[in-house]
């Protein structure tokens, strides 16, 4: 199997490489998030670059600089910044909330059927989701590891989940148990 890199979505390319799209030749227009950090955040770990960035309140200039990496969008973009806020307890965020909120097929999904609006857009999703607890950041973390791992990315156990919280909690238990069965398994794997 001959399994070519992508190019134009590895985030590790350099800017300006050359390559080949379909007989096609392209060439990467973003830096690399090595070429961030080295040009542009003076070999600051992109980490410690986040967090300081949240702690004081400037979510769009961290958002606006992660989207400059070659094969970052919107939602990885929001997607490392919600971590990073969740990892470091970063409280201070007041502006621009929506930018922690990553949107995908889960959280769409779950947000649209709880608000009861098939219809809702990605901006109505997070705001549903800000509006609607005290840690938007971590619900939307519980949300999209609720549906992808627990209800094993089933739509049926996720809407019964949402009909039925028995059920819930018996799949939450089920998935508790898996999880220390596959580590006393790994224990005694390595000895």
């Given at each position: ?8 979505r ?13 007989g096609?030749?392209k ?5 690399s ?23 004081s ?11 400059k990496?070659?094969?970052?969008g ?5 997607l490392?910044?919600?971590d ?6 970063c ?5 621009n909330?929506?930018l ?5 097929t ?6 649209r ?52 919280q028995k ?14 069965d ?7 794997f390595?000895?």
């Open positions: 199997m001959n399994v070519r890199p992508n190019h134009a590895n985030p590790l390319c350099p800017q300006g490489i050359e390559y080949d799209n379909k096609n030749t060439i990467v227009n973003q830096i998030v090595i070429e961030l950090v080295q040009k542009e955040l003076s070999n600051v770990c992109i980490v410690s670059f986040a967090k300081e960035k949240l702690d309140d400037q979510v769009k200039g961290a958002y606006k600089i992660l989207n990496i070659n094969g970052i919107p939602k990885i973009a929001s490392f910044l919600r990073v806020a969740v990892m470091y307890d409280k201070k965020v007041s502006n909330k929506k922690l909120q990553p949107i995908d889960w959280i769409r999904y779950c947000v059927t709880c608000a009861g609006n098939t219809k809702l857009t990605d901006n109505g999703c997070a705001h549903f989701i800000i509006n609607g607890t005290d840690e938007p950041e971590k619900a939307n973390q519980g949300i999209w590891y609720f549906c992808a791992q627990v209800a094993q990315s089933s739509r049926s156990r996720v809407n019964r989940t949402i009909e039925d059920y819930m909690e018996r799949l939450i238990q089920q998935h508790i148990k898996d999880l220390i596959d580590g006393e398994a790994a224990k005694s390595g000895g």
